[in-house]
């Protein structure tokens, strides 16, 4: 199976900030990484598909870069909303999905 | 709008069978490949399985081939997960996802329903 590693498991960052979040792969996955947010007691919500796709209705402060084995999920200005945790999730091997651990972005 | 509403989690003795349902609303469900993906307490996501649009292809996370298995009935727009031999470590909250053909990426999901197995 393919590891996806996040990093770091959590955050902690003010309104307004830049944050970033990376994720890397254990081999390359070309552009096949989509990005998600889960709030507490909430099911995930696609943000970025195919490493840089923005979702439709997803806030454009939210971008998505990287190919091969190493990603990054980038929120340009920390919204209160924005709290919550992100997971990476390859799709390259098919049927074979697998997800990273999950980064806690925090109130500072 | 879309809408995927789970239902049939419960509590269940280890070794117990459990079914999961799924209704969708809002898309045309035959146009859509369905996966369930599953969150044990306080961990991360795990995808669990996978079936075509037409339902002819089945697909499964290793932790759970041979003993789940996923179907859909297009007629009435609904997903199902069959869980047999059930162990501990199947405890966690069963999510339904619409999934893109030949993508791999989950676009909508419904809201989750727990399932614990304990003695």
């Known amino acids: 199976d393919i590891q996806m590693t996040q990093s770091p498991s959590s955050l902690s960052a003010s309104v307004g900030d830049r944050v970033t979040i990376t994720c890397r792969a254990s081999?390359?996955?070309?552009?096949?990484l989509n990005w998600y947010q889960q709030k507490p007691g909430k099911a995930p919500k696609l943000l970025i598909y195919?490493?840089?796709s923005l979702q439709s209705g997803v806030p454009s402060r939210f971008s998505g870069s990287g190919s091969g084995t190493d990603f990054t999920l980038t929120i340009s200005s920390l919204q209160p909303e924005d709290f919550a945790t992100y997971y990476c999730?390859?799709?390259?091997?098919?049927?074979?999905?697998?997800f990273g651990q999950g980064t806690k972005v925090v109130i500072k | 709008e879309v809408q995927l509403v789970e239902s049939g989690g419960a509590l269940v003795q280890p070794g117990g069978s459990l079914r999961l349902s799924c209704a969708a609303s809002g898309f045309t469900f035959t146009d859509s490949a369905m996966s369930w993906v599953r969150q044990a307490p306080g961990k991360g996501l795990e995808w669990v399985s996978t079936i075509s649009g037409s339902g002819g292809g089945t697909y499964y996370a290793d932790s759970v081939k041979g003993r789940f298995t996923i179907s859909r009935d297009n007629s009435k727009n609904t997903l199902y997960l069959q869980m047999n031999s059930l162990r501990a470590e199947d405890t966690a909250v069963y999510y339904c996802a619409s999934t893109v053909a030949g993508t791999g990426y989950f676009d909508c999901w419904g809201q989750g329903t727990l399932v614990t197995v304990s003695s």
């Open positions: 195919a490493a840089s």
């Open positions: 081999q390359s996955i070309i552009s096949y």
């Open positions: 999730q390859q799709s390259f091997s098919i049927h074979q999905w697998t």
